[in-house]
Antibody, heavy 124, light 110 residues
């Protein structure tokens, strides 16, 4: 079955950087787009970024543009999120999520599998 | 890229039906049949309940149904059960190839 395991969260000072990882298994990673979604404490879900199955296209939420970079290595079945110039309002649980829209499939863009999340706390 | 609008809370008694609305624009909800709904229990990851407006993934109860009219999508839970008490979020594909979530709705079973 699909398994997504995030890591790399922790406490970081404002202005610093952090890189999150998501190890994927149980499916052909190279055939699916992947997302990062975050949730601030006690708040709703916020979409962060998507990367296409082959890494050819990347899209970001407005408040993450220019600070966050999504990337992947299909040979390692791993997804990353590089976060720079972190701010207090970036404090959240960050989830890795798989897109149902596969390389060889008709469009059906939704999040069909989620990791358990990794907590990022931005604080001095 | 504004969040889709959902009611903050909806409640109902066991056995009743409730409906959660999700209002967007022509650039997201109204422009595509790519609305999905997610259930999230406290401390847990979200779980997809409905995708492509009306489709239920395997294993999801048929008490959950989705629909859409114009720029507003809806999730109806019929035969409300205690286990349905959770937060619910809609999400949509957008004209910018991004995704957007709803503001979230807390469902309380009285």
């Amino acid at each position: 079955q699909v398994q997504l395991v995030e890591s790399g969260g922790g406490v970081v000072q404002p202005g610093r950087s952090l890189r999150l990882s998501c190890a994927a298994s149980g499916f052909t990673f190279s055939n699916y787009g992947m997302h990062w979604v975050r949730q601030a404490p006690g708040k709703g879900l916020e979409w962060v970024a998507v990367i296409w199955y082959d890494g050819s296209n990347k899209y970001y939420g407005d408040s993450m543009k220019d600070r966050f970079t999504i990337s992947r290595d299909n040979s390692k079945n791993t997804l990353w999120l590089q976060m720079n110039s972190l701010r207090a309002d970036d404090t959240a649980v960050y989830y890795c999520a798989k897109d149902r829209w596969g390389r060889w499939e008709l469009p059906s863009p939704y999040f069909d599998s989620w990791g358990q999340g990794t907590l990022v706390t931005v604080s001095s | 890229q504004s969040a889709l609008t959902q009611p903050a809370s909806v409640s109902g008694s066991p056995g009743q039906s409730i409906t959660i609305s999700c209002t967007g624009t022509i650039s997201d909800v109204g422009g595509y049949n790519f609305v999905s709904w997610y259930q999230q229990h406290p401390g847990k990851a979200p779980k997809v309940m409905i995708y492509d407006v009306t489709n239920r993934p395997s294993g999801v109860s048929n008490r959950f149904t989705g629909s859409k009219s114009g720029n507003t999508a809806s999730l109806t839970i019929s035969g409300l059960q205690a286990e349905d008490e959770a937060d619910y979020y809609c999400a949509s594909y957008t004209s910018s190839s991004t995704r957007v979530f709803g503001t979230g709705t807390k469902v309380t079973v009285l």
